[in-house]
């Protein structure tokens, strides 16, 4: 049989290139063969030399718990060495960049404002989510202790509204957002004073004179 001169095929099951995902961050791989791997951030990493080895290594499911990252883009490289002593250069090793995303959506209640009055029980909800990655996300409007708007579509950074009938006197209201991987933001807690005005329309009554003339 011929030598084995080909190192191993190596395939990155977690993170999945181009995907968003918060932390700890898992950097799992498996190989065609059984093979010691390592890691690095930069892409010409000294495979000899290099200290970052996966917990399973030596056979064909390699993985290690990174811990927190934090927020931003990375990028891991990985190179592996099988038993015949074939390893992965810097053109068959693989590599995967995701984003890390661990900061939950920010809320801005922008009307009704705190401690403010309304004159119609039609109030229309306004708000505005942002988060650092997702430009969409998912929000509860909730009044009074009762979520009255359920997974309102919400885009990161643009004015949101849910139009609500809300009962006479004080009302509260916060909202809720998530991301898509599932970091929570929670707005602060405004009131508001909904008080019925009635209308009093005055009447005046204009005598007018008439002028009979008789044949």
Do not use: M
């Not at 892409?43 to 970052?52: A, Q, V, Y």
């Not at 399973?56 to 015949?84: A, M, P, R, V, W």
């Not at 992965?88 to 693989?94: E, F, I, T, V």
């Not at 922008?110 to 650092?132: K, L, M, Q």
């Amino acid at each position: 049989t011929s030598a084995d001169i080909t190192p191993p095929l190596i395939s990155i099951t977690s993170p999945i290139n181009g995907s968003v995902i918060k932390d700890p961050t898992y950097l799992s791989a498996v190989t065609n063969e059984n093979a010691v791997c390592k890691y690095n951030t930069s892409k010409t990493f000294n495979f000899s030399l290099s200290s970052s080895r996966f917990n399973e290594s030596g056979n064909t499911t390699h993985s290690i718990n990174l811990g927190t990252l934090g927020d931003g883009q990375k990028t891991y490289f990985i190179k592996c060495n099988d038993s015949q002593g074939n390893i992965n250069n810097d053109d068959n090793q693989a590599n995967t960049t995701f984003i890390v995303d661990d900061t939950s959506p920010s809320i801005a209640l922008n009307f009704p404002g705190n401690n403010s009055n309304v004159t119609s029980a039609i109030v229309n909800f306004n708000w505005t989510a942002t988060d650092v990655v997702d430009v969409n996300l998912s929000c509860n409007l909730t009044v009074n202790g009762n979520i009255l708007g359920s997974n309102v579509f919400s885009p990161s950074g643009v004015q949101t509204n849910r139009t609500i009938i809300v009962p006479s006197g004080l009302n509260r209201w916060n909202v809720t957002c998530i991301d898509d991987v599932s970091n929570k933001g929670y707005s602060v807690n405004h009131e508001f004073t909904y008080k019925l005005i009635e209308s009093v329309t005055s009447i005046q009554t204009v005598n007018a004179s008439y002028k009979f003339s008789k044949n």
